[in-house]
């Protein structure tokens, strides 16, 4: 809120979604009055996130946040709702899931919360504040999802790009919507380079893997390369959501399904009552990496993600006190091998008529 009360040129934002909560009107009121001040706002939803978030709100709140977004468009800023070219996509939910935050000022907000009272009230949430150069990339970022430059903003930043680096980063984002061919998510061909990097780094780990997730439903490479560290012998601990996170226990179902393999690999699972909508890896204490990038198949193959990557030893101690936190909070339920083993038969049934279903919840 400070970085939008004080931006005197741009403000650029994009986010899955924003609910009609007192973080929404507060945070949509905020830009309108900058953007009076001749301040050039620039907002960028995704549509398939809005259109989710629309079922979080009362008819009459959804009227009221539109009536919100029409008057700060009457001002002269942009709302952008991020929708893919492809008609098969627009169907099955692909969209943006980056979220970030900027203005003229040189600092950027980078993470994994949305604009709901659910991420600063319930969730676990994670977010860095950056400058230097690497918000050049995260500018560039942006206007690939906005689908079009602001070149006239970019010299404003320039002197503050030329910051000398402090900590170094490398920034990785991919949207496969690019990739849209002609049944879209339905037939992907290119292999996501976020999901590789993971992978790859998954694979190599020698002595530990920690992660946390909304929810821990990986695509298929994350999987296999999950199962060949534990066969090697390295500790995962994976930190993700309750089933009472969300009003809908679907995307915890198609996490449960996958509980007895992981369960027998030797994975910690915990779960956490209120939420963990955090996205962080930490491998052998050594490299950490954050952003917005889910484990599941949505992150893979159907929604523009980023992630920031460092092995910076200050940034790695940062995570590795994050999960000690997590292991520790009497929030987070540590599922065990005996608990699943005394499954009712109706849980059992349900996972197994899931599992061919689970990649699209």
């Known amino acids: 809120m400070e970085m939008i009360v004080t931006s005197r040129s741009f403000l650029y934002l994009s986010k899955f979604y924003i609910e009609w909560d007192e973080y ?10 900058t953007q009076q001040r001749v301040v050039a706002t620039v907002l960028v939803f995704d549509r398939f996130g809005q259109r989710l978030a629309g079922t979080l709100m009362s008819k009459t709140n959804r009227a009221q946040l539109q009536c919100q977004i029409n008057l700060l468009k009457q001002a002269g800023g942009r ?11 627009r169907k099955v939910g692909c969209g943006q899931h980056i979220k970030i935050q900027l203005s003229e000022s040189g600092e950027a907000i980078f993470g994994s919360s949305n604009i709901t009272r659910s991420s600063f009230k319930a969730w676990n949430e994670f977010a860095v504040a950056l400058r230097g150069p690497i918000v050049g990339l995260l500018i560039h970022n942006f206007f690939e999802l906005l689908g079009s430059s602001i070149p006239e903003h970019e010299p404003l930043l320039d002197k503050r790009h030329s910051q000398p680096i402090n900590i170094p980063l490398d920034y990785w984002s991919h949207d496969p919507n690019r990739d849209a061919g002609r049944w879209g998510a339905l037939g992907r061909r290119e292999i996501n380079p976020l999901t590789l990097m993971l992978a790859d780094k998954i694979r190599k780990a020698q002595r530990t ?39 809908s226990q679907l995307p915890w179902l198609a996490a449960v399904t996958d509980y007895p393999a992981l369960a027998k690999q030797g994975v910690r699972i915990y779960e956490n009552r209120h939420g963990e909508h955090s996205k962080i890896v930490l491998v052998d204490d050594e490299w950490t990496t954050f952003g917005s990038y889910n484990f599941e198949d949505a992150a893979d193959s159907r929604m523009a993600e980023a992630m920031l990557v460092t092995q910076e030893a200050s940034i790695v101690e940062m995570a590795r006190a994050i999960f000690q936190e997590l292991a520790a909070d009497p929030d987070n339920r540590l599922v065990t091998s005996a608990e699943i083993k005394q499954w009712p038969a109706s849980r059992r049934i349900a996972t197994t008529l899931f599992r061919p279903i689970k990649q699209w919840f």
């Open 79 to 89: 709302v952008v709702m991020y929708t893919p070219t492809n008609a098969i996509d």
């Open 24 to 33: 929404g009107r507060e945070c949509l009121a905020a830009p309108l009055k």
């Open 209 to 247: 893997i920690q992660l946390t997730s909304f929810y821990y439903k990986p695509a298929r490479l994350i999987a296999e390369a999950i199962k060949e560290a534990t066969a090697r012998g390295v500790t995962v601990d994976i930190f993700h959501s309750h089933a009472s996170a969300l009003d």
